[in-house]
């Protein structure tokens, strides 16, 4: 038993979870598994299996609230458009645009555009100059 010794490198994986068991003593723990690893090793090895357990508990304990959490997240993660949708409602709502609109409707309705399959050619006119065809659901609420 005397000439067992540890391999020169413990992964680092190994290294992190000593030190996150045992805190600011985990290099001291490291130190005493390469000086004598006969007698460390048992005493390590039960302290990680019991702290392996109780962080399993933990977990299972922890999964109902994770999982309400989620579900509260997933409704708020479908409004991530919401910004582009508000900044669309506000050019929409602008003056300007609203006159460029009804300019292209007038444009569309006196001008010939319905005769052309919708398009204003954007010919003379007191339209908006564009050949802008005017939104769908105005002419949904015209007609």
């Not at 009804?102 to 006196?110: A, G, R, S, V």
């Amino acid at each position: 038993a005397k000439n067992f010794a540890l391999p020169e490198s413990i992964d680092i994986l190994h290294v992190r979870a000593i030190a996150r068991m045992y805190g600011e003593h985990g290099f001291q723990i490291i130190d005493l598994l390469n000086k004598n690893p006969v007698v460390a090793i048992p005493i390590v090895l039960a302290r990680l299996r019991q702290k392996d357990e109780e962080w399993r508990r933990v977990r299972v304990g922890m999964r109902d609230s994770w999982r309400r959490i989620a579900a509260q997240n997933y409704n708020k993660s479908l409004d991530h458009r919401s910004f582009y949708f508000k900044q669309e409602d506000k050019k929409r709502i602008n003056p300007k645009s609203l006159l460029a609109d009804l300019k292209d409707m007038h444009q569309y309705f006196f001008g010939g555009g319905a005769s052309n399959g919708g398009y204003s050619m954007g010919g003379g006119g007191s339209g908006s100059g564009k050949g802008r065809q005017p939104d769908s659901d105005m002419l949904k609420q015209l007609q």
